[in-house]
């Protein structure tokens, strides 16, 4: 692995594994140790901070803490350039919990009961291989910026649940361990979009459970990248859209493709309200390659012939857009 562990690791076995992926996040990955420190269990956990070979003193914080816990928390340390991606999959490669809980650094867990409440409930039901819980989405300031998200209800989701829209915030997942040994060779290329292939591994193997309870705080800082909505996540759940299908059932591929072609239309819309004719052709022509047994071909071809309609007068005019 391109990872190097800077501790011994503890002998206990752990039932619950608490992955930290960290990077640049000196200010805040000790608001997270601390909330998973404060967590009132009755068994044995590990906490497993990585740092993405950070610029600023993310590594020294890890440090500290795992000097003053060394049997609850390790530290490993990434090779340079490694990537996202690869941070978190060796992550999942060094749990030794039955059950993985997700935590990125920058967020925050509120519930000092929320792993007793999720180990208990999958260990309660082997059915169910995943449970998430709602959150709050703040600011880095603490500012609540949505009081509850997902915005749906209570209970047990499934695969097509999974596959229509990425419904778990990460720090609300915990899922039976081992789920990184099916992930494709092309996750390693799905940064940001890091936790969505996972979830719907996880469907296949059970159900997905979201408890109604507020157990965590996420944190959306101004800067980040999916605060820019839009043309971003289009473009994210397109890439998640064109690589899916090969880890799914025969049955599900007919609705990856229908969710594909919708994010493809948006995308074409948008981009022809930006004046990007070209670019919204080449979203046209993605959603009218995007076949599904669910829907008819008059939508896709609308789409496709709105854009060459209005690149092609776009041309006559002699005006000028982005390519």
Known sequence: ??????????????????????????????????????????????????DDY???????????????????????????????????????????????????????????????????????DPSISMCLHFVRVVTPEGEVRHAKIPHLPAGAYGLADLVRQNIVPSCSAMFRGGLHTRLPDWYLEMAPITDWPLWVLAAQSGKVLLID?????????????????????????????ERIESVLPPQHHGLARMEKRKRYESMAYLLRKQGDLIGARKAAFKAFCSPSAFESVYGKTKTLGMALLREMLWRLRGSKTTA
């Not at 600023?56 to 000097?67: F, G, I, K, P, W």
């Not at 350039?81 to 509120?110: E, I, K, P, Q, V």
């Not at 507020?214 to 759940?237: H, V, W």
């Open 213 to 241: 309870r507020i157990m965590a705080d996420y944190t959306r800082a101004p800067g980040s990248e999916f605060n820019k909505g839009g043309l971003f996540c289009l473009r994210q759940d397109a890439k998640f859209y």
């Open 54 to 124: 950070s610029p600023d003193n993310t590594l020294e914080v890890a440090r500290a803490y795992q000097a003053r816990h060394p049997g609850a928390i390790r530290v490993l340390r990434q090779v340079p350039n490694a990537g996202m991606a690869r941070n978190y999959f060796d992550l999942f490669a060094h749990c030794r919990g039955r059950y993985t809980a997700w935590l990125d650094a920058d967020d925050y867990w509120t519930d000092p009961q929320k792993l007793a409440v999720q180990a208990q409930t999958l260990e309660s």
């Open 1 to 50: 692995m391109a990872v190097i562990e800077d501790n011994p690791v503890p002998p206990a076995t752990p039932l619950v594994s608490v992955i930290i992926p960290a990077y640049n996040q000196a200010g805040l990955l000790g608001r997270a140790l601390d909330s998973v420190l404060m967590q009132q269990v009755g068994f044995q956990i590990e906490i497993i901070v990585s």
